[in-house]
């Protein structure tokens, strides 16, 4: 029994630092295949971190060679301070 509190209490510590987010930034076009994804992302380090990823798709729509954009998205996931963040399109 001491074990399992230990470890419950273990993961109610680390589960307060978990965060993941992804919310769209293009209409979602579905004529047009998902063939090519393009990423334009940034480490996070306790809230310290390269520039930011480009809102306005750009950057991901050019790295993934996209002509026709079908749909884009940001997404965050760090966990306690550390992780993430992407601008991903989706397209042709």
Request: proline share 5%; glycine share 14%.
């Amino acid at each position: 029994m001491n074990g399992r509190a230990v470890l419950i209490g273990a993961v109610l510590l680390v589960l307060p630092g978990c965060l993941s987010h992804t919310m769209p930034l293009a209409n979602p076009n579905a004529s047009i295949s998902d063939a090519k994804q393009g990423q334009d992302c940034t480490t996070i380090i306790f809230g310290l971190g390269g520039p930011s990823p480009d809102v306005t798709v750009a950057q991901a729509i050019r790295l993934g060679g996209i002509t026709k954009l079908r749909s884009a998205e940001y997404r965050t996931n760090t966990f306690q301070g550390v992780g993430k963040e992407c601008v991903v399109a989706h397209g042709e």
